[in-house]
Nanobody, 114 residues
Framework: QVQLVESGGGLVQAGGSLRLSCAAS????????MGWYRQAPGKQRELVAT???????VYADSVKGRFTISRDNAKNTVVLQMNSLKPEDTAVYYC????????WGKGTLVTVSS
């Protein structure tokens, strides 16, 4: 069992920045993929960005060039740096980890005002 704890959400004006962090509770667990998904009101959960243990990244087209994902394998943490935020980035952001099983955090709310 892996528990994921997110932090860093909040309210920001359009054009601003936020930094989301996620830490896994069990450092000894090998986590293949870590990342972030988001779910806006009335919409399905969607991928934002993922990063493998080898450092390969995937980004949603809507965030390319604005968001950067990074991870610390030794600490099992993942960070999402979000710049040039837009109102359409408003959503609950969920941390994700895959060890062969999939784990999710409880989510952190990001609100971008226009």
């Amino acid at each position: 069992q892996v528990q994921l704890v997110e932090s860093g959400g909040g309210l920001v004006q359009a054009g601003g920045s936020l930094r989301l962090s996620c830490a896994a509770s069990r450092i000894i667990v090998r986590i293949n993929v870590m990342g972030w998904y988001r779910q806006a009101p009335g919409k399905q959960r969607e991928l934002v960005a993922t990063v493998t243990s080898g450092g390969s990244t995937v980004y949603a087209d809507s965030v390319k060039g604005r968001f950067t994902i990074s991870r610390d394998n030794a600490k099992n943490t993942v960070v999402l740096q979000m710049n040039s935020l837009k109102p359409e980035d408003t959503a609950v952001y969920y941390c994700y980890a895959a060890t062969g099983l999939n784990f999710w955090g409880k989510g952190t709310l990001v609100t971008v005002s226009s």
